[in-house]
T-cell receptor, first 111, second 115 residues
């Protein structure tokens, strides 16, 4: 069974601070995605990483895919209250189109 | 707005009743996924379709759950003889099949409460 563990589970920080969220698995994924979800809504895709070691930037968000394609990280620089939400990673293994979601990291950024 | 549409948004039912949810995907999308999510957790895979074919179904899904996608367009998820443990947000997502960089677009979900 493929599992994606995220850490930390909860994070409460002040506006302007930096943070990193981790997504780890013992399984290899052909690609990994990051989503953000707000209460009462479905997740919204932020980025897809495909190549081991790949780094993608989306404004103040930096995403990295591990060299072995088993883990990923999301780094937010100078967090803002608008970054508040549930961050989810999701991986898909080779030969399947089933997206397995991580356990989630709930981020709260205080003004 | 041509996003993924789910109906109803909320459903309250009594234990033992049957419920059915509907998902209308983005029109040109050929893949459709169903997930279940409980508060503060990540979505849990239930099943997915490519066009009208149901290609994979979670082993966690009991025989009380069934999903269909007639004609490869909208999809329905039915839960028979609901139990309190079925209370959750049921999410639908659709995508356009690609070799790489497939993007899932989610609906706003149906929140089920079983009393």
């Amino acid at each position: 069974t493929q599992l994606l563990e995220q850490s930390p589970q909860f994070l409460s920080i002040q506006e302007g601070e930096n943070l990193t969220v981790y997504c780890n698995s013992s399984s290899v994924f052909s690609s990994l995605q990051w989503y953000r979800q707000e209460p009462g809504e479905g997740p919204v895709l932020l980025v897809t990483v495909v190549t081991g070691g790949e780094v993608k930037k989306l404004k103040r968000l930096t995403f990295q895919f591990g060299d072995a394609r088993k883990d990923s990280s999301l780094h937010i620089t100078a967090a803002q209250p608008g970054d508040t939400g549930l961050y989810l990673c999701a991986g898909v293994a080779s030969g399947t189109y089933k997206y397995i979601f991580g356990t989630g990291t709930r981020l709260k950024v205080l003004a | 707005d041509t996003g993924v549409s789910q109906n109803p948004r909320h459903k309250i039912t009594k234990r033992g009743q049957n419920v059915t949810f509907r998902c209308d995907p983005i029109s040109e999308h050929n893949r459709l996924y169903w997930y279940r999510q409980t508060l503060g957790q990540g979505p849990e895979f239930l099943t997915y379709f490519q066009n009208e074919a149901q290609l994979e179904k979670s082993r966690l899904l009991s025989d009380r759950f069934s999903a269909e996608r007639p004609k490869g367009s909208f999809s329905t998820l039915e839960i028979q003889r609901t139990e309190q443990g079925d209370s959750a947000m049921y999410l639908c997502a659709s995508s356009l099949a690609r070799a790489t960089n497939e993007k899932l677009f989610f609906g706003s979900g149906t929140q089920l409460s079983v009393l």
